[in-house]
């Protein structure tokens, strides 16, 4: 007998084992519902009960003799324990770049009142993508930046960016030379210490008045200190931050007492800081 011939002989052999399966399911016609018969082992046809046990898909009831179909169980799969995952690998999917660059602004009370100023005029951390801390003083000479700044890596790391304004409250107590020398060298030994901090130093300010000296005498002092510091912070890669609208001519710019800025003034002053540390910021994610 050819083999499609013996196929065919099998499919029928199983037809009519599933046909003799449900010959006892009867239709009420009042309750159009079917009932069914449960049916004893005894009575299932011989080729079923051998596939029945191959498959294992049907149990006997050793007391009633009934057939039952019983659900397969699978062995169960056991699969590796993940493995723990690091602090420091969580914070990276948080921040996919690393931390955020922290950004210290250093000086006297310029620097105190435009921290009252930046976040009406910017926002939360200059609205920079980076942690913003202030570290302003009133009347805080250059010797004081040095101190403050010893003082807070006592319980911090150092900063990925420095701005310092300082040295207009030495002007009239020490010479334009001397101060230079000062502010070069000290500039110079943070980066030293810290080669990897960017430093940015912004240019002493035009006043109206000024607490140690004439105004045009301190003009020329301060224009001559400037000049210095920006060669030397170019010798290292630093930043220099200049304020040419921040005019002692213009009234608007000033409170009553023609050292401190008014809003206005403020705003251009933080402006101008904003431009510069976002430039410095982009070169650094570069």
Known sequence: ??????????ISEEVMDLTELFQDLTINPEMSSCVTRKRTFSEVPNSLKKRMKLNRTHQLDSATG???R???IFPRISYPAPSPVSVKSQEK??????????????????VLRAEREAYQNF????GLSAKVEWFGQGEMRWSGVQQRFDAELKT???P??????AGGNDLGLTSAKILSAKITSGLMALHARFPSMTIGYSCINERQEWRYGHPEGMDYDRNTVNKCIKAAVGKFGGEVIEHPNLRCDDKTLFLSDGVHFSNYGNKIFLTRIHSVLKKILERRHQ
């Open 156 to 158: 911090q790391s150092p």
């Open 123 to 126: 926002g939360e951390n200059l």
């Open 66 to 68: 009934d057939v039952h």
């Open 93 to 110: 999917k948080k921040n996919p770049k690393g931390p955020r660059t922290k950004i210290w602004i250093m000086g006297s009370g310029y």
């Open 160 to 165: 990925d960016i420095l701005i310092i304004h």
């Open 70 to 72: 019983v659900r397969k």
């Open 1 to 10: 007998m050819s083999s499609c011939a013996m196929q065919t002989s099998r």
